[in-house]
């Protein structure tokens, strides 16, 4: 009798087995193709870059589909730097293809902690790896790779510093002067210098105050010299100074402000660059 029930529990196992083909043959799933469709650069600044994923999923199959969400894993220098899971979540009609965008955001300066020889560089070549988690009927849930690799411009801080202080014009009462300022762009594209202001201290006078509105372009890898004449009233910084302009005497200065720069690259939002210099300097004629 045991023998008997258990024959006839194989057959209709071999039954099911055997209708279950005929309706997966019929039915014919497949798994879906996906690809990282396009890479969009959203946001860049001193800090950080926003990019932005376009993934495609298309479903070749007579039923509809389930995204359950992915995996990811962008790799630097072939080496894993931002890893985890991600809940998107979307439903892909039969014979139809569903799209998925993908925000993802580069932090800079955790970037130059982990990898200190990117500091230098002009680009970043980096690669996104995806798992995609897809629930098909009578397969279950399958894991999709796809991976796409591009570069990310990088930004580097720019330089701002005293170049020289020059005396134009000397006489009895005042002195009149020109100070250079040198900006120096460490980046690959162009720098935009819309406007700054300055404020410039020596020997703890405040010697030179004001707004540069002049737009300067600096292009990339080099520096440019922004000239700036003020004049120095003895009254109001000392008549001590003219003995020590006349004499050619090393001065400490303090230069501070701040500057309003953008670039050449579209996705750079003009940004706020504060500075300050300290040093010594002599004068020059």
Known sequence: MKRQIALFTLFLIMSNCSELSQIL??????????EIQNISLEKLSLEKADLLFHIKISNPNPVAIHLAGFDYDLVL??????KGDNGSKIDINASDDGFVNFPLTLNFQNLYNTYQG???????????????????PFLGNVRI???KS??????????????????????????????QIEVDNPNKWALNLNKMN?????????WAVGDLSQKVSVQGKEKSILEIPFSLNYL???ASVFSMIKNNQNFNYQLSGSADIGSSLKILQNFNFPFEKVGSIQLGQ
């Not at 801080?157 to 002067?177: E, R, W, Y």
């Not at 300055?198 to 405040?206: D, F, G, P, R, W």
């Open 25 to 34: 043959k019929q039915v014919n799933i497949q798994k879906p193709t996906a």
């Open 77 to 82: 220098n072939e080496n894993s730097f931002l």
């Open 118 to 136: 990117l500091k230098e560089a002009d680009e970043i070549l980096y690669t996104l790896n995806l798992g995609l988690n897809m629930e098909l």
């Open 145 to 147: 790779p796809i991976s």
């Open 150 to 179: 591009d570069q990310l411009p990088t930004v580097k801080i720019p330089g701002i510093q005293v170049k020289s202080i020059n005396m134009d014009q000397l006489s009895l009462t005042k002195a009149d002067m020109i100070l």
């Open 198 to 206: 300055y404020n410039l201290i020596v020997n703890s006078k405040k």
């Open 236 to 238: 109001d910084v000392g």
